[in-house]
């Protein structure tokens, strides 16, 4: 679904001016030029994983400005919190905008909830947070109606979340909810459960060959009744829950809105997190928090880091 806003201007910034939001977040990078009323002007898509990651994103990025038009700022979504901008990706940016300061980083899940709150589902929303899958576990909290980066900048560090007391390398390289519902995650608990004896139709459809399984086929494999696949997706939506749960305790949000894997399996995910959360929560809040699914679609990262870059920095 493409992103559209009907918000206002952004402070004194001209509904002419342009911003260009990149989201470098997960196996498909991509980019968005913005205008101030949240209309995407141009857009680009990098193919998955290129060799020279920042000639392409300069490339990409060129091509977006040449359809839209000068942009007057310029920031890139990464998946950590806190992550500055890679040097090569900023030198293959400098000359790309000229005029404009240095490309300004900011944490995926920020940039998400940034764009949820301005034209998707939390439109209208003071106390939100968001939560998405994908390469990484990211998450954004918007608080009184804006932004919170927390006291280092690390606020929405959702991949970290303890939700397993069993201490695995996994858990101290990539958090312990990364480790388990990220896309490598899924897959990793597929095939553990195929080489621990079970019998899966996704075997087969790789040829046996356990390296070429990608998350997309585990939910491919549930929709169409595979039972290990739905297990592992069971088991997902039980740890995405717990970790909704957690934070909806700790924050009291209006509103939950889950995006990427979540949003695109909300079909087979959105009940079965709303389930498990309401399980741990308690009766008070679970009739108030909505647990809703990301309208804005793949460009949702790239849409709030171009609503990110026209913000005064701080």
């Known amino acids: 679904m493409d992103a559209s806003c009907t918000r206002t201007q952004i402070g004194n910034q001209s509904m002419s001016d342009l911003t260009l939001g ?5 196996r498909v990078a991509r980019l968005a ?12 898509e990098l193919p998955p994983s290129p060799p020279r990651l920042a000639d392409a994103v300069r490339d990409a990025a060129r091509r977006a400005i040449a359809e839209a038009g000068k942009v ?68 954004g909290v918007i608080l009184n109606g804006e932004p ?31 480790a388990e519902v990220a896309a490598a995650g899924i897959v990793r608990r597929l095939v553990w459960r195929i080489k621990s004896g079970d019998r899966s139709a996704v075997a087969d459809h790789v040829g046996g060959d356990l390296s070429r399984l990608t998350a997309a086929d585990v939910f491919q494999g549930a929709r169409v009744g595979d ?4 297990s592992v997706v069971r088991d997902t939506a039980k740890y995405v829950g717990m970790a909704v749960a ?19 399996s909300g079909d087979m995910m959105l009940e079965a997190i709303r389930l498990e959360c309401a399980r741990r929560l308690r009766p008070a809040q679970t009739e108030r928090v909505r647990i809703v699914l990301s309208t804005l679609g793949a460009n949702a990262v790239a849409l709030g880091a171009a609503r990110a870059a026209a913000r005064p920095r701080p």
């Open 22 to 26: 990149i989201d470098l977040s997960d």
């Open 33 to 44: 030029v913005v205008d101030a009323l949240g209309q995407i002007r141009s857009r680009g």
């Open 72 to 139: 007057s700022a310029v920031a890139v979504a990464l998946p950590q919190m806190g992550e500055p901008v890679p040097p090569e990706i900023a030198a293959a940016l400098s000359g790309v905008a000229p005029g404009t300061a240095e490309a300004r980083p900011i944490g995926a899940g920020a940039a998400a909830a940034i764009a949820e709150h301005w034209c998707g589902a939390a439109q209208g929303l003071q106390q939100v947070i968001t939560c998405g899958i994908g390469e990484h576990v990211t998450a």
């Open 148 to 178: 919170w980066f927390g006291a280092h900048g690390l606020a929405g560090s959702i991949s970290w979340l303890a939700l397993n007391p069993v201490e695995r390398e996994d858990y101290r390289r990539y958090g312990g909810l990364e």
């Open 227 to 230: 039972g290990v696949c739905i």
């Open 246 to 264: 957690n934070l909806a305790t700790m924050l009291d949000p209006e509103a939950i809105v889950l995006g990427g894997t979540l949003a695109e």
